[in-house]
């Protein structure tokens, strides 16, 4: 009994072709003209594609290069921790000057950036300041850590002083950076959505910090 030869119709000619026939390009009998439109088509899904492969990866780029080129206090990830401090300090006054008035605060770093940078994201290290204070007056580390004796108590003081020494240092990786501000934002809409969290909280939860 002989098998019959299945056949095919050209998507771009209409004519019938078996599959003995088939020249590897989809739809398309042995025809120039058919072949020629049929590999036209190929290219073109092979062009769209290794565009969005290239737009995928300059996105990526993108987001890579916003942490390498701006300054310390604008890079994404360090604007949503200071965005939480402010959030989660927002009914606290000034921990440096709590009995002065202030219209506009920043997120104080008792420890700053530039000295201490393995410290720039640890929660205890961030606090409600004004901008006077924060940065005006230099930032005013001893009245900082007075404001934390009273507010929290000597225990916590000490804990802090002693964050240099035990954080040690701190070279993340733009990966890590990335995924340290997925958890960051998503922290942000939960603290504006009426959830509660501590410091200890917020640290744990971002793991960038093992203490």
């Known amino acids: 009994m002989t098998n019959k030869i299945k056949k095919y119709r050209c998507k771009y000619s209409s004519n019938v072709y078996s599959a003995r026939t088939l020249t590897g390009l989809k739809q398309c009998c042995t025809e120039i003209q058919c072949m020629t439109s049929a590999a036209m088509v190929a290219l073109e899904k092979k062009r769209k594609a290794l565009i969005k492969s290239e737009s995928e990866k300059w996105k990526q780029k993108k987001s890579e290069y916003k942490f390498q080129t701006v300054r310390q206090s604008q890079e994404p990830l360090q604007k949503a921790i200071n965005q939480i401090v402010r959030l989660i300090d927002e009914e606290e006054p000034c921990i440096a000057r709590p009995f002065e008035y202030s219209a506009a605060f920043d997120a104080g770093h008792i420890f700053s950036v530039g000295a201490h940078p393995a410290l720039r994201y640890h929660m205890w290290n961030i606090h409600k300041?004004?901008?006077?204070?924060?940065?005006?007056?230099?930032?005013?580390?001893?009245?900082?850590?007075?404001?934390?004796?009273?507010?929290?108590?000597?225990?916590?003081?000490?804990?802090?002083?002693?964050?240099?020494?035990?954080?040690?240092?701190?070279?993340?990786?733009?990966?890590?950076?990335?995924?340290w501000l997925k958890i960051a934002n998503r922290l942000i809409k939960e603290i504006k959505s009426g959830k509660k969290y501590s410091r200890n909280e917020i640290n744990q939860i971002m793991g960038i910090y093992k203490i």
Do not use: F
């Open 129 to 179: 300041q004004s901008v006077k204070s924060n940065k005006h007056l230099g930032g005013e580390q001893l009245l900082m850590l007075e404001g934390i004796d009273i507010r929290y108590g000597n225990e916590t003081r000490q804990y802090i002083e002693s964050l240099p020494q035990l954080v040690g240092s701190l070279k993340p990786t733009i990966d890590e950076k990335m995924s």
